[in-house]
């Protein structure tokens, strides 16, 4: 059975850094197109960064290029997401997803199958 969990969101002040975790199961991780999406009230959900299998590319958002890192741990099959100097507009729930069947497509959230719960990441001061 595919599961992703997500689990590190919390509250953090402008400028402030989390790292947001998805752990997988029922699959492995090296073989799938992972990403990170996220949903703020009232706006559709947009891509915030994917990963082919193994991590070879890695691609962002505009609003979120050189402040936030996509990574993955082998070992224990689980995706990260690192946020640095995030700012209010960060404020959302955030997605990790799977795309569990062939090869790169892009991080088109219509790409991919598989949904973690979701975790809220809020910017605050």
């Known amino acids: 059975q595919v599961q992703l969990v997500e689990s590190g969101g919390g509250v953090v002040q402008p400028g402030g850094s989390l790292r947001l975790s998805c752990s997988a199961s029922?699959?492995?991780?090296?073989?799938?197109?992972m990403g990170w999406f996220r949903q703020a009230p009232g706006v559709e959900r947009e891509s915030v960064a994917c990963?082919?299998?193994?991590?070879?590319?890695?691609v962002y958002g505009d609003g979120v290029k050189g402040r936030f890192t996509i990574s993955g741990d082998s070992a224990l099959n689980t995706m990260y997401l690192q946020l640095n100097n995030v700012n209010f507009g960060d404020t959302a729930i955030y997605y990790c997803?799977?795309?569990?069947?062939?090869?790169?497509?892009?991080?088109?959230?219509?790409?991919?199958?598989?949904w973690g719960q979701g975790t809220q990441v809020t910017v605050s001061s």
């Open positions: 029922g699959f492995i991780l090296d073989e799938a197109v």
């Open positions: 990963m082919s299998k193994e991590g070879f590319i890695k």
């Open positions: 997803a799977a795309d569990l069947g062939g090869g790169w497509k892009g991080c088109d959230k219509r790409t991919f199958g598989q």
